[in-house]
C-alpha cells in the first residue's frame, strides 16, 4: 500500500514568495491533518479536514496559511506571502475514522527553508 | 486532554531492553494511550496502543498498569536502528481528539 505520499521533499524560496505544498492521504482514510514541527515547538498540528471538509483550523498559525482539500485523495497546504519564521518540516497526515481509535500515517514532510 | 510526561532522553546498547515510561494522571475513563516513534527525516509512525494490562505486537509491549495513571513502552533487544524520539499520548476513544505530541524520549542506541 502506498503511504501519505507529500511534495515537494524540499523547498528553499524567498520571503515574500507564494509556498504550496501538496498531499495525497491513504485511499480511504475519512481525516487528513497538517503539521507542523520545528526544534522550538515540536510537532504542531495546524488543521485538520473530515470528509475533505476542514474542521479546525484553530492551530493555523495566521491569515498566511490556508488549506484546502479539494477531493478524497489531494490537500494543499498554502502560505502566502511567506516568511522565514515560517522554516519548519510541514508533516500530512491521514486517519480512518479519528484519532483515539485509528492511528494517524504520516508522510515524510516537506523540508521549507524560507530565506 | 490528558497531559503526558516523559523522560527527554534516555541511553542503551544494543541487544539491551528498553523501557521507557511515560506519567498520565490526570487519564479520563475513555482515553487509549498511544506511542509514536520518529525517525530523523521521517514523520511519526504509530507502534502500538492501548487501553489497560498488556498489549503486544512485533515491535513492542505495552504495560498498563490498573490505575492507568503510567504506561511503559517496552522495546525488546533493541538494536542501532531503534534510535529515535518516541512519542506517548493520550487519547479519547469515542470520537475524534487532536493528538498532541509532547517533547518525546530521543533514544540512542549504541553499540
Known amino acids: 500500500d502506498a503511504g501519505v505520499i507529500q511534495s515537494p521533499r524540499h523547498e528553499v524560496t524567498e520571503m515574500g514568495q507564494e509556498v504550496t505544498l501538496r498531499c495525497k492521504p491513504i485511499?480511504?482514510?475519512?481525516?487528513l491533518f497538517w503539521y507542523r514541527q520545528t526544534m522550538m515547538r515540536g510537532l504542531e498540528l495546524l488543521i485538520y479536514?473530515?470528509?475533505?471538509?476542514?474542521?479546525?483550523d484553530s492551530g493555523m498559525p495566521e491569515d498566511r496559511f490556508s488549506a484546502k482539500m479539494p477531493n478524497a485523495s489531494f490537500s494543499t497546504l498554502k502560505i502566502q506571502p511567506s516568511e522565514p519564521r515560517d522554516s519548519a518540516v510541514y508533516f500530512c497526515?491521514?486517519?480512518?475514522?479519528?484519532?483515539?481509535?485509528?492511528?494517524?500515517?504520516f508522510g515524510d514532510g516537506t523540508r521549507l527553508s524560507i530565506l | 486532554l490528558a497531559k503526558t510526561t516523559q523522560p527527554i532522553s534516555m541511553d542503551s546498547y544494543e541487544g539491551q531492553e528498553v523501557n521507557i515510561t511515560c506519567s498520565h494522571n490526570n487519564i479520563a475513563t475513555n482515553d487509549y494511550i498511544t506511542w509514536y516513534q520518529q525517525f530523523p527525516s521521517q514523520g511519526p509512525r504509530f507502534i502500538i496502543q492501548g487501553y489497560k494490562t498488556k498489549v503486544t505486537n512485533e515491535v513492542a509491549s505495552l504495560f498498563i498498569p490498573a490505575d492507568r495513571k503510567s504506561s511503559t513502552l517496552s522495546l525488546p533487544r533493541v538494536s542501532l536502528s531503534d534510535t529515535a524520539v518516541y512519542y506517548c499520548?493520550?487519547?479519547?476513544?469515542?470520537?475524534?481528539?487532536?493528538?498532541?505530541f509532547g517533547t518525546g524520549t530521543r533514544l540512542l542506541v549504541s553499540p
Open positions: 499520548l493520550v487519547g479519547d476513544m469515542r470520537g475524534f481528539q487532536k493528538l498532541v
Open positions: 479536514f473530515n470528509n475533505n471538509v476542514p474542521i479546525d
Open positions: 485511499s480511504g482514510h475519512d481525516y
Open positions: 497526515a491521514s486517519s480512518g475514522r479519528g484519532v483515539g481509535n485509528q492511528p494517524q500515517h
